[in-house]
């Protein structure tokens, strides 16, 4: 079982870019999902968090700017980025609590990361 991140690149200040995260392997259940961010020389921070019937929290430097859904038929998660500024410049990693099928535990597992680069 793994979290496998896609998308991002690079983008313009202004522009937009989405990352989404999928569940893969034989997965019985995937608890709340995150993204965290980590910018060039800081740590990883918390960027947006989603719950598994669907309520989001956000960061305050991403609010009203980036938007978290999730598909549960698919077990992934993406975040839509709009309005981008160079300080959202950073690896993006999902995060979530899963449950393995035949499993009894909830394991935290990490996506690989995914680079976003905003150009001023």
């Known amino acids: 079982v793994q979290l496998q991140a896609s998308g991002g690149g690079l983008v313009q200040a202004g522009g937009s870019l989405n990352v989404s995260c999928a569940a893969v392997?034989?997965?019985?259940?995937?608890?709340?999902m995150t993204w965290y961010r980590r910018p060039p020389g800081k740590q990883r921070g918390l960027v947006a968090t989603?719950?598994?019937?669907?309520?989001?929290a956000y960061a305050e430097s991403v609010k009203g700017r980036f938007t978290i859904f999730r598909d549960n038929a698919k077990n992934s998660v993406t975040l839509l980025m709009d309005t981008l500024k160079p300080e959202d410049t950073g690896v993006y990693y999902c995060?979530?609590?899963?449950?393995?099928?035949?499993?009894?535990?909830?394991?935290?597992?990490w996506g690989q990361g995914t680079l976003v680069t905003v150009s001023s």
């Open positions: 995060n979530s609590n899963l449950r393995r099928s035949g499993g009894s535990v909830w394991e935290n597992v």
């Open positions: 989603i719950t598994h019937d669907g309520q989001p």
């Open positions: 392997g034989s997965v019985l259940a995937v608890n709340t």
